[in-house]
């Protein structure tokens, strides 16, 4: 009699209560090793890979591709070869009476919804997570992004940390008025939100533009900046694929904008037809064309980046880490390249320009290590 | 941003624009409520409660209850946007549409043109159109193809809450005179829309679905219809793309051909009766234009050419159904293999 490992619908962020099961990537009756990925699992932000838990023979497919069903159903099992089909069935019988029993008796569920503040510089949109009293971490998009780019990371870091999730003005559901167009500027965006919040520190990671950001900060703010650890982060080098940008500001159709999004990612398929409809649906808000043409403009333009900040950060005496995806196609993993202490420098393989949604868990371990 | 109807999406695109815009006015019938009368002041927010709740924010002064003359307040309507306000005005039915047509047709929609560019005509007329409601014959025409004929007229049919905050809010906003359908039996249809304004660009459609086999063009009601069939298709190994062409006029006639190149294959789907409708419109313009690309015949579904019927079991059968989108999308499918082998 073989052990039985259940494969059930993954929770991929706080928002999360059900997926589909978009494809599985093994047939019934093959081997599968510890972490090798099983299924592609498809929800309203992201299309993502089921990971395995165990090593076995994936014996059964209770969900076929293409059905929903809430976190926690079971999707399918893992045994040896040897296990009785009939002990299958019962395997099978008894989770999903276990789970009709324990949805029955949840109450229904609710996503956290994000909190508008007000503050000098207008609405603020954040979405916060983890206990009150612990040490505050503040997640900063990048440009075009939102608050929703941290689905993974935020519930990832939420059990040690109180993380706050901002959208940065220009974008989400905040103020579409930007304070201006440079990081340090935009940077008071970060200091509104702390006091808004009435938090004195914070550990502060930021992506991409949002990176070039959380360091004009912590240089402004140094007793406010507990640590920094930044994710591809803007302002370290000249070269940026500028026809990114342009392809992103320029589409239209999902199909465009897919194609223009397939860039961030190492693995094109994680961009979701929700994500892309979602992105579309921002870019309609009054207000938002202009502030992201002026975020561009201003710092980006014809493959180069208008803004240096790696002499700022050099003279920054504040805990460090540097993530960077191996092959990032928008800003070359070149650029981390002495930027932080070698055992601080984390350069991953198989990683785009979204270290955070491509390998949330890496990221947040390396944050861990700085933040304590 | 949370969950909103179609009547609510329409009534938060009028608020935001009446906020941001102080020429923006409504005019229409009981849409202040009541007629003046004491103790009915916004009673029924227009005939379906759309307007409900603006007359307490707007006052009278911006919220114009009308008598039943459309020809008075259209003609009304368009008078003070040539001279500088932006009315939105509510024309209950469609149906009742063709005692001003010398207002929208000889006035409103030549402006611009007889006066050499110099007049601008920035109004809305709102009106409800389409089958299922139970009211027969002379409250139940999609009458969209006869303003979609007239040059200088743009033609607005939102397919979802979403779509219809957007492109009311891009309605006010535009220069032209705008007819913008509603459709009576979506009102209660709810998604989510964000609580922000935003316009959805006119002339750009919308690709609902995206697949490789067939191009469904769909307006309106019909195209949540056509997106059902497309997903029931689906379980069969056929892919379709749904375009929500969005506006009538103007049409987004490119993004038909160029998916229409890629599929080889199109259905168009029209509530409109069948002659001169915008199901034959596109399908002219796809057989002009893109003849070498298609595979299959094109395939129209529309209703019968009869009025609507009152019998419910029969006003059920007129309306185009998702089970007859479907059946066309296989006749597309099966006549392209025929041809193929």
Known sequence: MGDITALVMPKFGLAMLEGKVAA??????????????VAEIETSKITAALESPAAGTLRRIVAPAGETL?????????????????????????????????????????A????????????????????????AVVLVHGFGGGLDNFLFLQPALAGRYRTLALDLPGHGGSTKTLPGTSPEAMAGAIGALLDARGLERAHLVGHSLGGAIATAFAAAHPGRSASLTLISPAGMGEEINTGYITAFLAARRPKALTAALETLFAD????????VDAILRFRRLDGVE??????AAANFAEGRQKIALRATLAGLSLPLAVIWGREDRVIPAAQAEGLAPPERLHLLDHVGHMAHLEQSAEVARVIGEIAG | ???????????????????????????????????????????????????????????????????????????????????????????????????????????AAKFKYMFGGKAKTPMVIRTMYGAGFRAASQHSQCLYPIFTHIPGLKVVIPSSPYEAKGLLIQSIRDDDPVIF????????????????????????????????????????????????????????????????????????LGSILESVRETGRLVVVDEASPRCNLATDISAAVAE???????????????????????????????????RIEAAVRATMSAGARRAA
């Open chain 1, 24 to 37: 599985w990537l093994k047939a019934e009756g093959e081997q599968v090793s510890a972490g090798e990925e």
């Open chain 1, 70 to 110: 809430p976190v926690g159903a079971l999707i399918g099992l893992l045994t040896d070869a040897a296990t009785p089909e009939a002990e299958i069935d019962a395997f099978v019988a008894a989770a999903q009476e276990r789970f009709a029993e324990a949805m029955a008796s949840r109450v229904s569920e609710v």
């Open chain 1, 112 to 135: 956290p919804e994000p909190t508008r503040l007000d503050t000098p510089l207008g609405t603020i949109n954040v979405l916060e997570a983890g206990p009150a009293d612990a040490a």
């Open chain 1, 268 to 275: 094109p398929s994680l961009v979701s037809r929700e994500m």
């Open chain 1, 290 to 295: 202009a502030a992201l043409s002026a975020l």
């Open chain 2, 1 to 107: 941003m949370s969950r909103k109807s179609f009547r609510q999406a329409i009534n938060e695109a009028l608020r935001q624009e009446m906020e941001r815009d102080p020429t923006v006015v409504l005019m229409g019938e009981d849409v202040a409520g009541g007629m003046g009368a004491a103790g009915e002041q916004d009673a029924w927010g227009g005939p379906l409660g759309v307007t409900k709740g603006l007359l307490q924010h707007f006052g009278r002064e911006r919220i114009l209850d009308t008598p039943i003359t459309e020809s008075g307040f259209i003609g009304a309507a368009a008078g003070a946007a040539v001279t500088g306000l932006r009315p939105v005005a509510e024309l209950m039915f469609v149906d009742f549409m063709g005692v001003c047509f010398d207002q929208i047709f000889n006035q």
């Open chain 2, 181 to 252: 359908f509603e459709h009576k039996v979506m009102y209660d249809l709810e998604e989510e829309v964000p609580d922000e304004p935003y316009a959805i660009p006119f002339g750009e459609a919308n690709f609902v679905r995206e697949g490789d086999d067939v191009t469904i063009v769909a307006f309106g009601r019909m195209v949540g219809f056509a997106a059902q069939a497309a997903d029931a298709v689906a379980k069969a190994g056929i892919s379709c793309t749904v375009i929500d062409p969005r506006t009538a006029s103007p049409l987004d």
């Open chain 2, 289 to 323: 234009q893109a003849f070498e690309a298609l595979k299959a015949p094109i395939r129209m579904v529309s209703p019968p050419h009869a009025p609507v019927p009152f019998s419910p079991a029969l006003e059920d059968l007129y309306v185009p159904s998702v089970a």
